[in-house]
């Protein structure tokens, strides 16, 4: 995915979007602008939402976050990204894909693609983490509260 900058939600994305960045400078050599928002904006010092880098017309953003349940932190960002004349999201990377519902039966990831007509990637989800729980024993019965609790609010694919 071709972009220019990353942005981390607060407040679980900002330690996501500075290690992602960190780390893309020291594997990829790429030195990427980045930022993140402040949950109300600031009237003093350098004031606004933003910390760091402010995307300008013509660029693409990445949005990196820790976790999606129902799309809320992402619509919250392009709520903010939106604001910002010329600027495009490309993308944005999940860590983790609960694989709930969003506001339909359909999953929460789909239904921010549809919305917002970017893609939208997980490192792992929840049936990754599941897999892994199941290779001990010890593990059953948090395995068994997972999957009841994923028949109820799971996503219908």
Partial sequence: VPFDMLFGPAYKGIP???????????????????????????DHGEGGVFV??????????????????????IRESMAILG????????ATFIMVDRKEKGKTD????????????????????VYDIIEYLEEDEKNAENVARIKKYLEVNGAKA
Avoid: C, Q, W
Avoid at 35 to 40: D, L, P
């Fill in 16 to 42: 996501l979007v500075t290690a992602t960045a960190a780390a893309m400078a020291e594997h990829e050599g790429r030195d990427l602008p980045f930022a993140f928002n402040r949950k109300e904006a600031k």
């Fill in 106 to 125: 359909k999953g929460a990831m789909e239904e921010v693609r549809d919305e917002f007509g970017f893609p939208v990637y997980s490192v792992v989800d």
């Fill in 52 to 73: 760091g880098y402010v995307p300008k017309a013509g660029e693409e953003v990445v949005i990196v976050e820790d976790v999606i349940t129902a799309g809320t932190a």
């Fill in 83 to 90: 604001n910002l004349e010329g600027v495009k999201v490309a």
